[in-house]
């Protein structure tokens, strides 16, 4: 069993930044695919971006290519997503996700969630 803890989330100005963190208790935290995932209220949950146990390949949704970033440090078992330039469209709550030994961005195949923290970008 994983668990995820994410952290960082707020209220920020449209065009500022935030960084989210995602500590995880899993031992093997180098063999897992991670993921950002977010879901806007009445939406459906949608995928943010990815990063393989390696660190490579990362894969990113169109609409944060540019502006956000993830990446991770094994060595604390933790993932990070930076999101600068940030919008109101990007008012969501966030969700860490896992998932062992496999590249996936779908949202369905992933093992272990967060419990999300919540990003709201004011106009």
């Known amino acids: 069993q994983v668990q995820l803890v994410e952290s960082g989330g707020g209220l920020v100005q449209a065009g500022g930044s935030l960084r989210l963190s995602c500590a995880a208790s899993?031992?093997?935290?180098?063999?897992?695919?991670m993921g950002w995932f977010r879901q806007a209220p009445g939406k459906e949950r949608e995928f943010v971006t990815a990063?393989?146990?390696?660190?490579?390949?990362?894969d990113y949704a169109d609409s944060v290519k540019g502006r956000f970033t993830i990446s991770r440090d094994n060595a604390k078992n933790t993932v990070y997503l930076q999101m600068n330039s940030l919008k109101p469209e990007d008012t969501a709550v966030y969700y860490c996700?896992?998932?062992?030994?496999?590249?996936?961005?779908?949202?369905?195949?992933?093992?272990?969630w967060g419990q999300g923290t919540q990003v709201t970008v004011s106009s």
């Open positions: 990063i393989s146990w390696s660190g490579a390949p990362t």
């Open positions: 996700a896992a998932k062992y030994l496999m590249w996936t961005t779908t949202a369905g195949l992933y093992d272990y």
């Open positions: 899993a031992r093997t935290f180098s063999h897992y695919t």
